[in-house]
């Protein structure tokens, strides 16, 4: 089991920026991918970002070229660089990890953005 523990959320206006940090313990053979989720209200989970061990990374199109995810292997931790925030970008925003990035089976408790305009 893995265990996971954000931080760095909070409120800016739109066009700030904000930085997360996940810090993950455990299995750590068990973390080879590493994302990013968020949910806002009323709206599905989805993906953000992720990245594999090897440092591939793969971002949703709503936040490219705005957002940077990034991990140390020896820290096991990663990290997500929010530039140019939109009120969009408002939501609970989950640390996930897991074998894969196909595979992010294990979540920390979330932490909320919220975005003014």
């Known amino acids: 089991q893995v265990q996971l523990v954000e931080s760095g959320g909070g409120s800016v206006q739109a066009g700030g920026s904000l930085s997360l940090t996940c810090v993950a313990s455990?299995?750590?053979?068990?973390?080879?991918?590493m994302g990013w989720y968020r949910q806002a209200p009323g709206k599905q989970r989805e993906l953000v970002a992720s990245?594999?061990?090897?440092?591939?990374?793969n971002y949703a199109d709503s936040v490219k070229g705005r957002f940077t995810i990034s991990r140390d292997n020896a820290k096991n931790t990663v990290y997500l660089q929010m530039n140019s925030l939109k009120p969009d970008d408002t939501a609970v925003y989950y640390c996930?990890?897991?074998?894969?990035?196909?595979?992010?089976?294990?979540w920390g408790q979330g932490t909320q953005v919220t975005v003014s305009s």
């Open positions: 996930a990890a897991g074998p894969s990035i196909l595979a992010l089976s294990s």
């Open positions: 455990g299995r750590y053979f068990s973390i080879n991918g």
């Open positions: 990245i594999t061990n090897s440092g591939r990374t």
